[in-house]
């Protein structure tokens, strides 16, 4: 899972870092309400899943995440 | 009219503020809502009547919202409700907007803390308010309903219910803070006889000199203005036993468009992040539109347009909308070809944070431009005398001397706001504080023009 979110964050910020649970939006420079919906939706496409507009109001940091897609995510 | 900046308002202030200092904590609100209902009275009677009844159908389709929430009620039942408040309510603000014959007083601060509160209930991000009257003096506080912030419901409540006391230190800052607002508000009306003389005269060309020394006092105006009525609604709650968000950061040390619009009116776009922008990204769409990018470009298109008519129902509003939030996408698309990032890193940090904020500023200063004029033509006109003037650039001693005033009234507000923000510390010392107070007091004293409605009292 990790692998394909490096993936997605890649395809967003266009430069790859270390994903890891206390990631945040303060720690990655362009990470703003624009790229946090985009990186929402490209999450959305990747996993097949979808978010509520509460759930993505609500994410902190990359463990939010994790706990969500664990959560809604059920791998084939 | 009672303005925050009038002596008739601060008399009619300190003889609550004694009341309202020897009630109990608990009944505190009662006196707040008397006085609030006074204020906004004392601007129109008809705006009461008005906010009595939006307030009740707020009140009303919360409650049965709530009631829906059981496993066993239809949920269309409660979409319902929610649909039917949301609807009369921007009926209500549109119809007052449209006609101003029926603009009510604060109407636009009101209505949006009301929507917000009930799709936070719809939400299930917050439970339905029981009392009536306590949701009223939420909605209805002297102390932000004519120019915001824009406060949540869910987290203002408790703050009105049971508000807390007041100790010495906390009163320092909030008297220092509401001194700093009403300076701001003397250098806005100072600006303003800059700005005013300007564009009242659109018909014909200004010499560049000129034209830039009044765009930047209607850029100066603007924040001073706005900025100075958030410190002191501020600085009212904190006496009140309030916690008001803050509403700026600096807006003109932004390092891009979109930085900008996360500085400047925080709390309006944070509500348009959380009920606008979100959920229209997140909606299903048909296969056409299934692309992200463009998903994330028509919300912030339509976003931004509602923005720029929140700010006045008019052709230029929206104008100035689409214009921010072109900007907006065109910075993000420079942003992903990395050329920008390519471009401004060849110099150093220093040079890429000036090259950043000077675009940044000069690109707002062109769309506030847009907010002012007359017509497009007139604002096309003020664009061209910027750069290319038919009358040319002329320097005068009296010109410059008026030009640097007039930047010295746009940066000292911001320079003064930024060390408040970094140097939180500084403002907590006693010494400073009073020298400070002593310092702004004489100011406002010497400049101030009061009576004058703040320009946000205008939505």
Known sequence: MTARLEAVFYRVFRRTFPISRELSAWDVPGWDSIANIELILEIEKEFGISFSTQEVLDLKCVGDIFDLLARKHKPE | MMHLDSPTFWLAFSLFFVLYSF????????????????????????????????????????????????????????????????????????????????????????????????????????????????LLTAFTSFVYISAGPIVRTARFQPQVVQPSSLKIAGARQACFRILCGLAKKAIGEMLALVANTYFAKLSSHHETLATWTAVL??????????????????????????????????????????????????????????????PLCLLRPPAFFRSIQLRVALSLILSMTLIGLWHGWNWNNLIWGLYNASLILLGLTLRKSLLLDRFISSGGPLIRRILQTGSTVYLMILGQVLTRADSLAGALRIWQDLHFSPLGLRFGGPRLVLFFAVLAGLVIPHVVDHLRITRPALFCNGRVLFIGSLFLLVFILTFSISGRPFLYENH
């Open chain 2, 217 to 278: 006092a209607l850029a100066g105006q603007y924040y001073a203005d706005f900025s100075g009525y958030t410190d002191i609604a501020i600085g009212i709650g904190s006496l009140m036993g309030y916690e008001l968000p803050e509403n700026f950061r600096t807006p003109y040390f932004s390092t891009s468009v979109a930085d900008y619009w996360r500085r400047w009116h925080i709390t309006l776009n944070e509500w348009f992040l959380h009920y606008v922008f979100t």
């Open chain 2, 23 to 134: 009630l109990p904590i608990g009944r505190r609100w009662i006196l707040a809502l008397i006085a609030s209902l006074a204020f906004v009275a004392a601007h129109q009677i008809a705006a009461v009547c008005d906010l009595f009844i939006v307030s009740l159908v707020t009140y009303f389709s919360a409650l049965q919202i709530d009631s829906h929430r059981v496993e066993s009620a239809p949920v269309r039942r409660r979409h319902l409700w929610s649909w039917f408040a949301i609807v009369l309510l921007i009926s209500n603000l549109v119809v007052a907007r449209s006609f101003a014959s029926v603009a009510f007083f604060g109407i636009s601060f009101f209505t949006f803390q009301m929507l917000g509160y009930l799709i936070d209930v719809q939400r299930g991000q917050c439970p339905a308010e029981r009392s009536f009257f306590n």
